[in-house]
């Protein structure tokens, strides 16, 4: 089936630091790439959506400006969280949509980012 | 109000038992619907599918009231292997993010 190869897995920074986050999908075209946070024992909440080649559609509260979303191809989309801050230490997960897939979503393993 | 409204539990059972778990959304608009398995710092994965005429896989069974905006997940004969979080998923359209409810926490105990 579809896979979706999210890394890093786990990352521990200093506040003020930038960390890129990449999902790249393996044996599919990810036209449409979800962004989520997740926060401890919280629901996954939608932070944006890209599409290829076009600029990322942000949920509303999210900044634009530190989290950063590249989807520059069909099987590479990259999220920056931009001078992170402990705040921003939270469960990072992408998914990928294929096109003309329905209701198939393929999930990346996540990123448990940690700012110190 | 949130979109999707689950009990968070925890439901605690023993091995064996039949656990049942609901959810509400709130966007009539909703087409899609899903629940997806969260297993402890891990990524959530598709359980199954939900459908009006009510479908079931193995031991699972779900339902869907669009009249209600309800949906259900019936697991019977509880393993061990069960526990996890139950996240309820819906879906306005093709092409539009999951929405996911906050989850139910499930304990089977021997």
């Known amino acids: 089936g579809a896979v979706v190869s999210q890394h890093p897995s786990r990352v521990i920074c200093k506040s003020g630091t930038s960390v890129k986050i990449e999902c790249r999908s393996l044996?599919?075209?990810?036209?449409?790439m979800f962004w989520y946070r997740q926060f401890p024992k919280k629901s996954l909440m939608l932070m944006a959506t890209?599409?290829?080649?076009?600029?990322?559609?942000?949920e509303q509260g999210v900044e634009k400006d530190k989290f950063l979303i590249n989807h520059a191809s069909l099987t590479l989309s990259t999220l920056t969280v931009t001078s992170a801050h402990p705040e921003d230490s939270s469960f990072y997960i992408c998914?990928?949509?294929?096109?003309?897939?329905?209701?198939?979503?393929?999930f990346g393993s996540g990123t448990r980012l940690t700012v110190v | 109000r949130k979109e999707v409204e689950q009990d968070p539990g925890p439901f605690n059972v023993p091995e064996g038992a039949t656990v049942a778990f609901n959810c509400t959304y709130s966007?009539?608009?909703?087409?899609?619907f899903f629940w997806y398995r969260q297993d402890c710092r891990k990524e959530p994965k598709l359980l199954m599918s939900?459908?009006?005429s009510g479908n079931e896989d193995g031991r699972f069974t779900a339902q869907l009231n669009r009249a209600s905006q309800y949906i259900s997940l019936l697991i019977r004969d509880s393993k061990l292997s069960d526990s996890a979080t139950y996240l309820c998923?819906?879906?306005?359209?093709?092409?539009?993010?999951?929405?996911f409810g906050k989850g139910t926490s499930l304990l089977v105990t021997p």
């Open positions: 998914s990928a949509r294929e096109a003309d897939s329905g209701n198939g979503y393929t």
């Open positions: 044996d599919f075209q990810a036209t449409t």
């Open positions: 890209s599409n290829e080649g076009s600029k990322a559609t942000y």
């Open positions: 966007n009539s608009a909703s087409q899609s």
């Open positions: 939900v459908y009006s």
């Open positions: 998923v819906v879906k306005i359209n093709s092409g539009y993010a999951l929405n």
